[in-house]
């Protein structure tokens, strides 16, 4: 640009810098499409290795297509560009919403928007019904004041967006304004974190442009200004002065309002090849609690990554600036301002959770449906079981019955025949405790175990010697000597006794 500063920043040692993100995986597409009264302009792209990159652009004059036609237009690109599912952002041009800064009488964010809803209708000559709004609170230290950038935008003209858009089967997720895009470009141009001035940068467009002033990273005031490069290529002296004019005027505004730090510095882009020495007019007539401003303008086409299939459209299109757009969709995450409709929000919101309930209904059915069929399966298989089962009882079943039969026979054999010769084991070992001293004259044993012994001793010691034999032999317990009394047989004295006892356990 002739007679300006040209300063060619970058952030890599490549000629095309780029703006960098966290590491993401790939993602959906953000499609930003800005439609006015002449031009339409649309531009995607997505996060690619660590940057975001542009993948496409479009431009069309209007001239007198119709809604239909624009929509048609808008399917193609789409189609062409494989676009199936997406981000869609519409953009509203400068000079289709009013900016101004106002001061609110309170710090509470709440408080604030109730404020601005019931007062909106006093900043524009629209009714309040007939706008939709938004705004940023800036950060400051006035007390009881929250100084507030407020956007507002004739209902129609967002209606008309969401109507060309839908016909394109595109669902619109926020109608937003470039100025954050654009402000987050200009601090990234400029990186001078220590300047005790504002900075400020100018969108040259077709047919109007868009002055952005920054004040510690903040957007802070914005103005359209109705003068673009069009104005300039029809008469190029008269726009150096309506341009300068309306610049000047714009500056003196915002530092007439005390929003900020006066504006130091002016970045400028868009369409600015062919403008000439701009500065020089804009420092003669400059405002005067600005002072110097310095005027350095850009290549907004150096400093965003795109792709080589959307080059070709950009080199053609050399009257068209993207810059709006580029903003846009590389700094999405630093908008503030969606102007959509109220109604439309609330309207997808209710759609959204009653989406989200019949997901919640069908996975709850799809429970109960497992749930049903796993218990069905257990009853399944424990009828088939029983089934089988009762196939098998009635075919061995009789089998099964005359087994029982001669089991319970062995059982009463095998008892009858571990009882059977067990007197002769008690003689056995009762005849061991037996000598010349002693004879027995009778023993009883009975099914119970209970043994009576009967005889006679040559005396009753040996009685009593007898007893403490069966005793300690371990086959016997409860011995008792229940009768003994002496006599005499022949010349000698002999002993009569009776003894009763049990065996012992497990004998």
């Known amino acids: 640009m002739r007679g300006m500063t040209r300063t060619n920043l970058s952030f890599s040692k490549n000629k095309r810098s780029f703006f960098k993100f966290g590491k993401f995986a790939s993602m959906p597409p953000t499609l930003v499409v800005s439609l006015d009264s002449e031009t339409v302009k649309m531009a995607h792209g997505r996060i690619l290795q660590d940057r975001f990159v542009i993948e496409g652009v479009f431009s069309m ?12 237009a808008i399917l193609l690109y789409c189609q062409t560009q494989k676009i199936t599912r997406a981000k869609v952002l519409g953009l509203v041009s400068p000079k289709f919403f009013i900016s101004k800064n106002v001061d609110v009488p309170s710090t509470n964010r709440e408080e604030v928007a109730k404020i601005i809803n019931l007062q909106a209708g006093r900043f524009t000559p629209y009714a309040r019904e007939e706008i939709a709004i938004d705004f940023t609170c800036l950060e400051g230290v006035v007390q009881h004041f929250t100084n507030v950038l407020l956007f507002i935008v004739n209902r129609k003209i967002v209606e008309r967006l969401v109507a060309v858009l839908g016909n394109a089967k595109l669902r619109i997720d926020q109608v937003v304004v470039a100025s954050h895009g654009m402000a987050a470009t200009y601090g990234i141009v400029d990186r001078d974190v220590s300047r005790e001035r504002g900075l400020g940068g100018i969108h ?3 047919d109007s442009s868009e002055l952005t002033v920054l004040d510690k990273e903040q957007v802070v005031f914005v103005r359209h200004i109705p003068v673009g490069a069009r104005t300039f290529r029809k008469d190029p002296e008269k726009f150096r002065v309506d341009f300068a004019q309306e610049l000047t005027r714009s500056i003196g505004a915002y530092h007439d309002q005390g929003i900020g730090r006066p504006v130091g ?16 007019i804009l420092n003669q007539v400059s405002p005067a609690p600005s002072g110097k401003i310095e005027v350095t303008g850009f290549d907004y086409r150096k400093y965003f990554t795109v792709s080589d299939a959307a080059m070709p459209h950009l080199r053609q299109t050399p009257a068209v600036s993207f810059f709006d757009l580029f903003s846009v969709l590389a700094h999405s995450d630093q908008n503030k ?4 409709l109220p109604e439309l929000k609330l309207r997808r919101k209710v759609r959204d959770v009653s989406r989200d309930i019949l997901r919640f209904g069908v996975l709850i059915m799809a429970i109960f449906f497992l749930v049903s069929l796993f218990m069905g399966s257990k009853i399944y298989f424990k009828k088939s079981l029983n089934q089988k089962l009762q196939r098998v009882s009635h075919q061995y079943g009789e089998q099964a019955k005359a087994l029982e039969v001669i089991s319970t026979k062995n059982r009463i054999v095998k008892k009858v025949i571990a009882k059977r010769g067990k007197e002769l084991v008690v003689l056995n070992i009762i005849s061991g405790f037996i000598g010349d001293d002693l004879y027995l004259s009778q023993i009883n044993y009975d099914s119970a175990g209970t043994v009576s012994i009967a005889g006679t001793a040559d005396s009753m010691s040996r009685v009593f010697s007898f007893v403490t034999q069966l005793k300690h032999s371990n086959y016997f317990k409860s011995v008792e000597a229940k009768e003994t009394k002496s006599r005499k047989e022949g010349k000698q004295d002999v002993a009569d006794f009776l003894i009763d006892c049990e065996l012992a356990e497990g004998f």
């Open 61 to 72: 004059e209007l001239g007198a297509k119709s809604d239909e036609q624009i929509s048609s």
């Open 204 to 206: 040259m467009g077709e």
């Open 265 to 280: 510095k002016l970045l400028i882009t868009g369409l600015v090849d062919d403008l000439g020495p701009v500065d020089d």
């Open 337 to 340: 301002v969606d102007l959509l």
